[in-house]
């Protein structure tokens, strides 16, 4: 995110993949963790196991 604002494209100007992930869609958007998280009204720690993993521990195939 600092390097795209340092040239002054967007997140998503600076990667190029083939199958799009979480993480990536996260990146494109020019957020972290924590504001993802909180944006989805989950904790940073929960939302990275859910960017890693895809699921969201114990509580995934709970609901």
Partial sequence: M???QA???KPADLCTVEQ???RHLRTF???SRAQ?????GMSEVTYREL???GAR???AGGR
């Avoid at 993802?36 to 989805?40: A, I, K």
């Fill in 2 to 4: 600092l390097l795209a």
């Fill in 7 to 9: 040239v002054g494209v």
């Fill in 20 to 22: 799009e992930t979480l």
């Fill in 29 to 31: 958007t020019g957020r």
């Fill in 36 to 40: 993802m998280g909180r944006q989805l």
């Fill in 51 to 53: 960017e890693n993993t």
């Fill in 57 to 59: 521990g114990r509580l």
